[in-house]
């Protein structure tokens, strides 16, 4: 009887320390975003992996989470072999990564997300970044575009917004279409602006886009009203 007793004492111990974490790993990731709808969290672990930190599996599913302004419908995760202060976790405080991380996700944005995301600071600043790379050299680069929608097609978006110059304000309309090349690189063709009901550009032109060592893209699918990416990138502490 006091074996079993010592075993039910341990088992329940494991089972608080499991609760502990599963508690932080949902503080901190609810810390990562501004808002989520759903959270789900599951960690694979033997106890004596937990009681050392090294956690073999962590599988989070999420919905309609706003990252940094950017709305996303869905996301599924899968992180291995994560390394974390479990020491200072069951002292009450903040969870934090020891080790860079390697994240396998599927994520889903439909475009009605897209949208209701066009003036988060991430999304507008990846609008400008990729109008630099696109945009006729003899176009006027400072003029001030309010975007006004974002529609998916297959294998192409679409911007619609009005840009502003001299106090004038002219519809803008873009065509992109987007293809995965690398990785971590992306191709932009099939370029077409249109200012006015007037082609400023119109042909096949095309542009990389260098998405970064820690970002591994397996597909990115584009389809009406609903854009899927599915790969891998590294979280850093």
């Not at 090294?54 to 995760?77: E, H, K, M």
């Not at 002219?170 to 602006?193: A, M, N, R, T, Y």
């Amino acid at each position: 009887m006091p074996e079993q007793n010592s075993q039910t004492t341990s088992a329940n111990k494991i089972r608080i320390i499991t609760q502990v974490l599963t508690t932080a790993l949902k503080l901190w990731l609810r810390a990562q975003v501004s808002q989520i709808s759903e959270l789900k969290v599951e960690i694979k672990a033997s106890d004596r992996q937990i009681l050392s930190g090294c956690i073999p599996s962590v599988s989070i599913f999420a919905t309609r989470a706003v990252y940094q302004g950017l709305l996303i419908t869905q996301i599924q995760l899968t992180a291995e072999n994560i390394r974390i202060n479990i020491g200072s976790v069951l002292k009450g405080q903040p969870l934090r990564l020891l080790e860079t991380v390697p994240v396998v996700g599927h994520l889903i944005v439909e475009e009605k997300d897209l949208n209701a995301s066009l003036s988060s600071d991430l999304l507008s600043t990846a609008l400008s970044d990729l109008l630099v790379k696109v945009l006729p050299t003899d176009y006027p680069q400072s003029q001030t575009i309010n975007w006004q929608e974002i529609l998916l097609e297959n294998n192409q978006i679409i911007l619609r917004g009005m840009r502003v110059t001299n106090g004038e304000t002219k519809p803008l309309d873009i065509c992109l279409g987007l293809q995965l090349l690398s990785g971590h690189e992306l191709q932009v063709g099939q370029i077409s602006f249109k200012s006015n009901q007037e082609y400023i550009l119109d042909g096949n032109h095309q542009y990389s886009l260098d998405l970064g060592s820690d970002v591994d893209i397996q597909e990115l699918t584009l389809i009406p009203g609903q854009v899927v990416c599915r790969g891998r990138i590294n979280v850093n502490p």
